[in-house]
């Protein structure tokens, strides 16, 4: 079993940062090859927001790169993402996933999310 658990999240204003935190439990993080961070919200499809493996290789979503950073801690037990100059777009329920592939992240372990809202 794996159990993944997200935290970090909260309000901001447009412009501010936050750090989400995605932590194992039941498991390490090292068991899997690739982490991801993805986020929802309401009436909208799931969608990826970056994912890592146990090399460091990352993946972002291309409009996401410049402003979001993932990355693991060196026992990789557990998973952050730094997200800067938060835009009201962001708001979005963030879900933090496990699997053996990135491409199987979708199919893979999930926390219960983070809610990210940015609102002045």
């Known amino acids: 079993q794996v159990q993944l658990v997200e935290s970090g999240g909260g309000l901001v204003q447009p412009g501010g940062s936050l750090r989400l935190s995605c932590a194992a439990s039941s498991a390490n993080v090292c068991n899997f090859n690739a982490m991801g961070w993805y986020r929802q919200t309401p009436g909208k499809q799931r969608e990826l927001v970056a994912a890592?493996?146990?090399?460091?290789?990352?993946q972002y979503q291309d409009s996401l790169k410049d402003r979001f950073s993932a990355s693991r801690d060196n026992t990789m037990n557990t998973l952050y993402l730094q997200m800067n100059r938060l835009k009201s777009e962001d708001t979005a329920v963030y879900y933090c996933a496990a699997a053996p592939t990135i491409a199987t992240l979708p199919q893979g372990y999930w926390g219960q999310g983070t809610q990210v809202t940015v609102s002045s």
């Open positions: 890592i493996t146990s090399g460091g290789i990352t």
